[in-house]
């Protein structure tokens, strides 16, 4: 053993009491870091210190010979702990620990020293930079004897899924599934799945109409017999970790059953009225209602909120097919994983927001696509106030990329400040639709940008520019300003400073005005505190990383798809649902998850069970045996972050591989006289 | 100072050469990523700067960064995600109430608020933490040795302290 006296743990994983072994093998990186730090030299030094065994250059450790090398090293000298100083951790880290599995030593007997990004390409001082690898090395030498094996978790994973929320991203992560065999359950808060797309009368790029695309996407999904849809269900509440959670719903009854013929009949006899959230707001809708002909269920629903109960649509149906007595049901459902597709809702302008709600005439894109609709509120026909429309407005970014100080804050003192992405596209969209049906109408675009990102959604851009949509450009901090035509030309006038004529002041008359309105995610508040989800700046849904796990949380077992990520179009959104789809298949399909074991774990002999750990767990992974008092770490929940090792005042908990005894060797090394003259 | 060694000690350190000793403590997420991205954009900083990784910069016990002071560091740095970013969602809002709260009382045991930095540096700040360290080892350079151990003996206080500031384990 060391000299030093460490009270490292000792052994290959087989069996402990042997002396240390240590290989390091130092990397030249083909000159990345050998042109700076003499790699030579530091092998030479650092086999001369205790337990060292083995230390060696190569050109390129990560190299399929390196590799090989390292086995046969690791073999024929009997080495138990490997050390491998090269490029950043997060690059190679894992070639190396298979490297060690491959030799058969416990893959977590290692030590990755950074001495690429954070050496060779940071100082300059060749001398300097020598002496900084050596001293990392030196570092990861005191460390490594204080490292014990370790065994990755794994956890059997129940076969079936829970996807929340059957928009188009929660089918399309259903049907995926479903297609590999999986039992899918998806829940729906509103009595009628299909989502927003219904809403939408035409979609881009293709300018398909958005229900028979919906429709063909929904009878893929009901008919599927590995699916089960549960309409009007809310989440309760989720208990379980990934492999087995179990969640509990409410239905809401639908208060409509099959038997109900007279569809017609029952709507019209309803006396009560409420706003039509589909139209969204342009109608009213009765208590009981179809938010459209085609939608599905293929029949109505009776809002609990606004019905009275009178029992008129019971008597127009003559007494058949609606149950107004029916009570809510819960049931607990049993999933692998789950899939958050909980989608978005527009931004809804505040109060006086370029006019919004002041004037009539200050509509949302949303209703004028509504309008726009053949079988929407207004047959297709453009329609507010009466008159004629001869001039339309569009303003973007209402509730998008706003800025401080500027743009009214929201009730959280916020602004939106990011970009919404789909409105630019969708907006030039509605013009070009306007501009085909009734070429007289004037259309004024105010943008600040315009973002016509997606392929195909240029062309937007090109044929309403061709089609005589006049476009005005606007600074973020200087907005239009919407305002009464004193004059009476038309009732609005919106004041631009326009960059695209040097800052000019443009008048322009508005009959319409239309917001483009941004996305804000649809209130999911108590499914994100249920399955602790990573919220982004802009209160979307976080991804663990954008490129390489897009479509996973931190809480593993749990996805995202679609838009409650972020503002997305359908294309996107189909993207992201299949991916998460295929994502949550493998881990069903492998049968079991494999996590990192860098865990807490609890020292029961130390622990006082004073809940201090309780408390300060982002995820709720422990908690307390009553019976003997002490702290519990559930090692399928744990996600490793160390907060509670850092919190204990008994020091009780250590994180296995981050042990205060591994780090205080690494400080101690770092800091002591030898390395001190290294610098 | 009482202790012979230590003040002979601090006076070749304090010559023209000094070359301060600082440790990082980095979140392996977001800061440690960040220093990564400053290798990776080829950003000279000074090779003053030892980084520890660490998961989370929740994982930073008071206790590490004492023990580095004890040991010999000049200077720490505690690197932790940007709130709202953290990788373990709420990791940093420990981090953020746990560091300034040690600050004050190391502070208070003679700690100038140059040695010991909370910043957060994302994972693209590449820039950004070639400045921090840039600036802090020139900050620390200018204060001179610390020689925590030997100043608090001086004060009679650091009983219990490892009086062995370069000691082994």
């Known amino acids: ?679 | 100072m009482a202790d012979q060694v230590m003040t002979a000690d601090v006076s070749t350190r304090a010559s023209a050469t000094f070359e301060p000793r600082i440790i990082g403590f980095l979140c392996y997420w977001c800061s440690y990523t960040g220093a990564d991205m400053a290798g990776t954009a080829r950003m000279k900083y000074p090779p003053n700067i030892d980084i520890v990784r660490l998961m989370c910069s929740g994982r930073i016990d008071p206790e590490l960064v004492a023990t580095a002071f004890a040991k010999g560091a000049d200077g720490v740095l505690v690197c932790g995600c940007h709130i709202g970013d953290c990788h373990y969602m709420v990791g940093n809002h420990k981090t953020m109430v746990r560091i300034p709260l040690l600050q004050r009382v190391l502070r208070e045991m003679g700690i100038e608020p140059q040695r010991f930095r909370l910043e957060w540096v994302s994972a693209a700040e590449g820039a950004r933490f070639q400045k921090i360290v840039r600036e802090m080892t020139e900050q620390v350079r200018q204060l001179g040795p610390l020689n925590w151990p030997g100043l608090m003996r001086s004060r009679g206080v650091g009983h219990g302290m490892d009086l062995k500031p370069w000691g082994e384990v």
């Open chain 1, 1 to 679: 053993m060391q000299g030093n006296g460490s009270a490292g743990v000792v052994g290959n994983g087989n069996g402990a009491g042997e002396d240390l072994r240590i290989g390091v093998f130092i990397c030249h990186c083909g000159g990345n870091i050998s042109d700076v730090v003499d790699v030579k030299r530091v092998a030479e030094r650092i086999r001369k210190l205790p337990g060292v065994v083995f230390s060696d250059t190569h050109n390129f450790m990560c190299s399929d010979p390196a590799q090989a090398m390292i086995e046969e090293k690791i073999k024929e000298l009997n080495l138990n702990r490997v050390i491998v100083a090269a490029c950043s951790p997060t690059l190679h880290a894992l070639t190396f620990r298979r490297t060690l599995e491959r030799a058969g030593l416990n893959q977590y007997l290692f030590e990755h020293v950074n001495i690429r990004e954070q050496v060779s390409w940071v100082v300059e001082d060749p001398e300097a930079a020598t002496r900084k690898a050596e001293r990392l090395i030196r570092a990861a030498v005191k460390r490594i004897g204080h490292l014990a094996p370790l065994d990755k978790r794994r956890i059997p994973v129940h076969r079936s899924a829970l996807v929340i929320g059957a928009g188009v991203a929660g089918l399309v992560a259903a049907r995926d599934l479903a297609k590999c065999g999986m039992k899918v359950d998806v829940v729906e808060r509103s009595p009628f799945i299909g989502g927003r797309m219904a809403q939408l009368g035409k979609v881009f790029p293709t300018g398909e109409d958005a229900r028979p695309l919906l429709s063909k996407l929904i009878q893929e999904v009901v008919h599927d017999p590995n699916v089960t849809i549960f309409t009007s269900t809310e989440v309760l509440s989720s208990v379980g970790i990934v492999g087995d959670f179990r969640t509990k719903v409410r239905t809401t009854p639908r208060g409509v059953d099959a038997r109900l013929t007279y569809v017609g009949n029952a709507i019209a006899a309803c006396p009560e009225e409420t706003i039509s959230e589909f139209n969204y707001g342009l109608t009213k809708r009765k208590a009981i209602y179809m938010p459209h002909p085609n939608c599905y269920p293929q029949m109505p629903a009776i809002d609990w909120g606004t019905c009275t109960k009178c029992g008129k649509c019971l008597t127009a149906v003559g007494g058949k097919g609606i149950d107004l007595k029916d009570e809510p049901r819960e049931v607990e459902l049993h999933s692998g994983v789950i899939i958050l597709a909980t989608g978005y809702d527009p931004y809804e302008p505040l109060y006086g927001e370029y006019g919004y709600d002041v004037f009539p005439e200050v509509i949302t894109l949303q209703q004028l696509w509504r309008m726009l609709d053949w079988e929407g509120p207004t047959g297709g026909q453009i329609q507010r106030g009466g008159k004629p429309i001869k001039n339309i407005a569009i303003i973007h970014c209402a509730g998008a990329r706003q800025y401080q100080g500027i743009s009214m804050p929201q009730p959280d003192g916020k602004v939106k400040d990011y970009c919404a992405r789909t409105c630019c596209t969708a907006a030039l969209h509605a013009s070009l639709e306007v501009k085909e049906r009734w070429p007289e109408i004037n259309i004024y675009d105010l943008h600040q940008d315009i973002r016509t990102y997606g392929r195909g959604h240029e062309d937007y851009y090109k044929h309403a520019s061709e089609a005589g949509v006049t476009f005005l450009r606007f600074d973020g901090h200087d907005l239009p300003k919407v305002e009464k035509d004193l004059r009476g030309e038309a009732p609005l006038v919106v004041k631009v400073i326009d960059q695209l004529t040097n800052g000019r002041e443009i008048e322009v008359p508005a009959d319409l005005l239309v917001l483009a309105t941004g996305v804000v995610p649809h209130d999911i508040s108590e499914l994100i505190d249920m399955y602790k989800c990573a919220i982004g700046y802009d209160s979307f849904l976080l991804e663990v990383h954008p490129k390489l796990r897009p479509v996973e949380l931190a809480v593993t077992g749990v996805f995202i798809a679609g838009s409650c990520q972020g503002p997305m179009d359908i294309t996107e959104c189909t993207a992201a649902a299949a991916a998460a789809a295929s994502k949550a298949a493998a881990m069903i399909a492998h049968g079991q998850v494999e996590m990192e074991p860098f865990i807490a774990q609890v020292n029961e002999e130390l622990c006082t069970g004073c809940r201090t750990c309780l408390v300060v767990c982002p995820y709720d992974a422990i908690s307390r045996d009553e019976s003997r008092g002490i702290a519990v770490v559930s090692t399928a929940v744990c996600t490793g972050c160390g907060t509670c090792a850092a919190t204990c005042p008994s020091n009780a908990i250590v994180q296995l591989g981050f042990q205060d005894d591994q780090v205080l060797a690494e400080l101690n090394a770092l800091l002591d006289r030898e390395a001190a003259l290294v610098l």
